[in-house]
């Protein structure tokens, strides 16, 4: 299994201020054959079901607001709001999705400072 | 708009079965854009994958479950359905319904259902 893991566990931003999440694979998600990075962003909020932010790595979800936006290659990876909303705290997670089992990370919670 | 809801499993007793559906509305199962999954989330934790499967009844399964686990689509009935087998106590948890695009790739999730919480207990 392809272990993710997320940094940090936790982060405490000022409303303005820029978030970043970062997210290591235990190994390579990116497919040669397509240049593309198996690794998706997703956005939970309390008692609703995780949403869809980023997938290819850096490709925003249609719908999705500008100040997020994903980045890196390989293992390694950043989801990264630009200027904190208070609609923006939540639980984030990052999944690879280039092979069974898909896994996710454990989960960054984003808080207001 | 796409719409997928969970059925209520109710209460399950440890060492039954575990059977779910998902029904969608606003979209189809037997698109071939689309392929259908299942995730789950214990109280308080992260989320695991469970398995997914293709409008054609392609199916792929975490390894960890896939001894007791069975995931089919009815798309006359536009739902598809989970059953686990010999359930216990580690299989406590927010179960949900979700939809990939094809063109995305099998794992990835872009709609989901609001999630059913399943009990198991004697």
């Known amino acids: 299994d392809i272990v993710m893991t997320q940094s940090p566990d936790s982060l405490a931003v000022s409303l303005g201020e820029r978030a970043t999440i970062n997210c290591k694979s235990g190994q390579s998600v990116l497919y040669s054959s397509n240049n593309k990075n198996y690794l998706a962003w997703y956005q939970q909020k309390p008692g609703q079901p995780p949403k869809l932010l980023i997938y290819w790595a850096s490709t925003r979800e249609s719908g999705v607001p500008e100040r997020f936006s994903g980045s890196g290659s390989g293992t390694d990876f950043t989801l990264t709001i630009s200027s904190l909303q208070a609609e923006d705290v939540a639980l984030y997670f990052c999944?690879?999705?280039?092979?069974?089992?898909?896994?996710f990370g454990q989960g960054t919670k984003l808080e207001m400072k | 708009q796409l719409k997928l809801q969970e059925s209520d499993p109710g209460l399950v007793k440890p060492s039954e079965t575990l059977s779910l559906t998902c029904t969608v509305s606003?979209?189809?199962?037997?698109?071939?854009?689309?392929?259908w999954g299942w995730i789950r989330q214990p109280p308080g934790k992260g989320l695991e994958w469970i398995g997914s499967?293709?409008?054609?009844?392609?199916?792929y399964y975490n390894p960890s479950l896939k001894s007791r686990l069975t995931i089919s689509v009815d798309t006359s009935k536009n739902q598809f359905s989970l059953t686990l087998s010999s359930v216990t106590a580690a299989d406590m948890a927010v179960y949900y319904c979700a939809r990939g695009r094809v063109i995305i790739s099998v794992g990835a999730f872009d709609v989901w259902g609001q999630g059913t919480m399943v009990i198991v207990s004697s």
């Open positions: 999944q690879q999705y280039y092979s069974t089992p898909y896994t």
């Open positions: 606003g979209g189809s199962t037997g698109s071939t854009d689309y392929f």
């Open positions: 499967i293709s409008y054609s009844g392609t199916t």
